[in-house]
């Protein structure tokens, strides 16, 4: 009896299963977006010629996807060095030359219809 149970569990558990994938749009220029697919088992980085963001939605759809959620994220990013400059007097931390680059990250859910 537990033995039918538990395929029976399994069984059910594989028919409720859902397919996402997540759509992150990394670049948007006038002519093209570039955006990286993670569909849960590789990620894949993939350019569009259109620069519409629309387009793109609709394509997706064409595959038998249907958008679910749209967000927003933060993507800071640090590059540079930070010198020392050794003092007589105490250790001060010199000039340096970090850039900050703030990047909007479009993230687009889609689920398998």
């Known amino acids: 009896m537990r033995i039918a149970f538990f395929f029976f569990l399994l069984i059910s558990m594989n028919g409720y299963s859902q397919d996402w994938i997540l759509v992150d749009v990394v670049k ?12 849960g088992e590789k990620v ?38 930070l010198p020392i400059i050794r003092n007589n007097a105490q250790q001060n931390f010199g000039v340096t030359t970090l850039t900050l680059d703030n990047n909007n990250r479009v993230m687009l859910w889609f689920k398998k219809k």
Do not use: A, C, F, W
Request: aromatic residues 4%; hydrophobic residues 30%.
């Open 28 to 39: 948007q220029t006038r002519k093209e977006v570039i955006y990286r697919i993670d569909d």
């Open 44 to 81: 894949k980085k993939v350019k569009h010629d259109s620069p519409s963001i629309i387009n793109l939605i609709s394509t997706i759809e064409e595959d038998g996807y249907k958008l679910e959620k749209i967000t927003q994220g933060i993507e800071l990013d640090l590059n540079g060095n």
